[in-house]
Structures are given as structure tokens and as C-alpha cells.
């Protein structure tokens, strides 16, 4: 059993910086990967940031210099760190963990927290 909550989400101007913060509970195993998604009103779902326990991190081409995904074991958290934010970073912004296990990869997603960058 796997809860993740998301925070830090909100509203700020272009040019401005947000944190998001995932908190995981639950069964992290000793493979597996964080990843942040966001999905804007009426687009699909998209990969933003990954961070394996064992990989390099990766972004999507367009966060590419300004966001940074980290994460602290100890904690159990996973942090976004975004910066010269745009209008067009908008949107839902939902943690994954994916967990190993035998012979299968098992996901869970958090609720999601809302960034609105405006112009």
C-alpha cells in the first residue's frame, strides 16, 4: 500500500519559481523510479521529469534548464523544482512512483496539485 500527496502547487507569474513536493508512504522497494506528469485541460497526460533509484534524472525537452527533479530517501520525497515558469507549464501536476516487483512494475499516482502561470 502506497499513498503519495502532492504539494506546492499554485499561482504565480511568468518568470516566477514553484517547489512541488511529493510524500510517499507505504512500500518504496529498492528499484524503482519518481516521476512528476502534468496534464493541461484537454491534452493528454504528459511525462515532465523522472527520477529512477538507480538512473540518470530525464525531462521532457521543453522543461529542459528549468526544472530539476530530486529526491530525499530519508524523507520518502520527491521535489520538482521549477523555474522560469511559463504560461504554458499550466496545468495538473500529479507524482508516480513505480515500484519493481517480482517480475512486474506496479504504479501509483498521487491526486495532483494545480500550477497556473500567467502572463
Known amino acids: 500500500q502506497v499513498q503519495l500527496v502532492e504539494s506546492g502547487g499554485g499561482l504565480v507569474q511568468a518568470g516566477e519559481s514553484l517547489r512541488l513536493s511529493c510524500a510517499a508512504s507505504?512500500?518504496?522497494?529498492?528499484?524503482?523510479?519518481m516521476s512528476w506528469y502534468r496534464q493541461a485541460p484537454g491534452k493528454q497526460r504528459e511525462l515532465v521529469a523522472s527520477?529512477?533509484?538507480?538512473?540518470?534524472?530525464s525531462y521532457v525537452d521543453s522543461v529542459k534548464g528549468r526544472f530539476t527533479i530530486s529526491r530525499d530517501n530519508a524523507k520518502s520525497t520527491v521535489y520538482l523544482q521549477m523555474n522560469s515558469l511559463k504560461p504554458e507549464d499550466t496545468g495538473v501536476y500529479y507524482c508516480k512512483l513505480s515500484n519493481l516487483g517480482p517480475s512486474k512494475w506496479y504504479d501509483y499516482w498521487g491526486q495532483g496539485t494545480q500550477v497556473t502561470v500567467s502572463s
Open positions: 527520477i529512477p533509484s538507480g538512473g540518470s534524472t
Open positions: 507505504g512500500t518504496i522497494l529498492s528499484i524503482n523510479s
